[in-house]
């Protein structure tokens, strides 16, 4: 079994940043690509950044978020700055994980709300 669990969401100004983190644990071989979603009420989730062996992000992030890891510690970062009130929504932490002798599959984690006032 594999668990994700965010941490770092909560209510920020308009301007302000937040960092949010996921750690993986459990029965974890390796890792491969990590990313970050997000799903705003009445909306499909959506891509925010990835990260593999290079980054990748959506448009609407580009120049204000960051996504990092520490593959040492099995954990995914996005440090995100100058948010808007649009980046509300509750951001979700994916992995790829090769398990030890149960194959492989994308997690997800549970969700951590990110709030932005205007």
């Known amino acids: 079994q594999v668990q994700l669990v965010e941490s770092g969401g909560g209510l920020v100004q308009a301007g302000g940043s937040l960092r949010l983190s996921c750690a993986a644990s459990?029965?974890?071989?390796?890792?491969?690509?990590m990313g970050w979603y997000r799903q705003a009420p009445g909306k499909q989730r959506e891509l925010v950044a990835g990260?593999?062996?290079?980054?990748n992000y959506a448009d609407f992030v580009k120049g204000r978020f960051t996504i990092s890891r520490d593959n040492a510690k099995n954990t995914v970062y996005l440090q995100m700055n100058s948010l808007k009130p649009e980046d509300t929504a509750v951001y979700y932490c994916?992995?790829?994980?090769?398990?030890?002798?149960?194959?492989?599959?994308?997690?997800w984690g549970q969700g951590t709300q990110v709030t932005v006032s205007s």
């Open positions: 994916n992995a790829f994980v090769v398990t030890r002798g149960k194959g492989s599959s994308a997690y």
């Open positions: 990260i593999d062996s290079s980054t």
């Open positions: 459990g029965n974890i071989f390796s890792i491969g690509t």
